[in-house]
């Protein structure tokens, strides 16, 4: 969602002939902070808004987090401009819908996120102490805090800190859970029931403490094309704990890809 999280993997990517572009989700970083359209379906509207806005006939989107739901939904619901997808730490919406509603471990994992429900609250205890709690927050949900130095800290902290950003971030959360009985919600996920038509690498932190490695598992069934799955030995966040390892991963996917 925020593109500095990318920064290597920009490197390596453009090294090996690739044009790689990464975006502020919006809510995030120099993107707009517009009042209302943190959900899916817009979401997938707005990356296929890029793609098309570079010239782009398509392009294979990466995601981790949130941007993993960006990146299932664009594939099914904007396809003409997807050739490929490879969401990072998160499961097909459905399949993660199902591992809440199921499993008790799921639910505890994600207990934050009924917090971030609470108006004001959520924004004041990211925002306060110079941002501490986003801080506190990457080293809870990572497996190892090594790639958490001061100034990777530091960039995580100050994206936050710029009004209104700790508030648009919360209102994905917000949405997810509130529409679960609304009828935007329930046309989501409506609409998720159709396969995804291209190509999937899901790439998942074997130790991620927050979207467990056992709520992936049936993602691949959600996907018609060709579906490869690697497990890293990471917390939730693969590419910034491990950037060597998935970068590997995704060049190896993509030439792989590109040959099929």
């Known amino acids: 969602m925020y593109w500095w999280t990318w920064r290597d993997h920009l490197v390596r990517l453009a090294e090996a002939g690739y044009r790689a572009i990464a975006m502020d989700l919006r809510g995030y970083g120099g993107s707009d902070h517009p009042p209302e359209g943190y959900d899916p379906r ?22 981790h987090g949130w941007g993993g739901i960006g990146a299932w939904s664009t594939a099914v619901l904007e396809p003409e401009v997807v050739r490929a997808i490879v969401p990072v730490s ?4 459905r399949q993660l819908r ?7 471990q799921q639910r505890a994992a ?4 009924f917090g971030f429900q609470l108006p004001f609250l959520p924004e004041r ?7 501490r709690r986003v801080e506190e927050l990457l080293e ?6 090594d790639w958490l130095d001061e100034r990777t800290s530091s960039m995580f902290r100050s994206a936050f800190l710029r009004w209104p950003t700790a508030h648009t971030a919360i209102e994905y959360h917000r949405w997810a859970a509130r529409s679960v009985l609304r009828p935007d919600g329930l046309s989501y996920m409506s609409l998720m029931e159709a396969p995804v038509q291209q190509s999937v690498l899901q790439v998942q932190g074997a130790d991620d403490p927050m979207v467990l490695a056992s709520s992936v598992d049936g993602s691949q069934d ?3 094309a060709t579906y490869q799955r690697v497990d890293l030995p990471t917390g939730h966040f693969p590419h910034e704990e491990a950037p060597d390892l998935f970068a590997d991963a995704l060049l190896d996917w993509l ?6």
Request: net charge positive.
């Open 42 to 63: 817009t979401m997938a509207a707005d990356v296929a808004g890029v793609i098309r806005s570079l010239g782009i006939p398509q392009a294979t989107i990466v995601g």
């Open 90 to 93: 998160m499961p097909h919406p």
């Open 98 to 104: 199902s591992a809440i509603l199921r499993d008790r």
């Open 110 to 113: 994600m207990r934050y996120a």
């Open 125 to 131: 205890s990211l925002t306060a102490s110079d941002a």
């Open 140 to 145: 809870s949900w990572s497996g190892s805090r």
């Open 222 to 224: 959600f996907v018609r």
């Open 255 to 260: 030439a792989h890809s590109a040959r099929a």
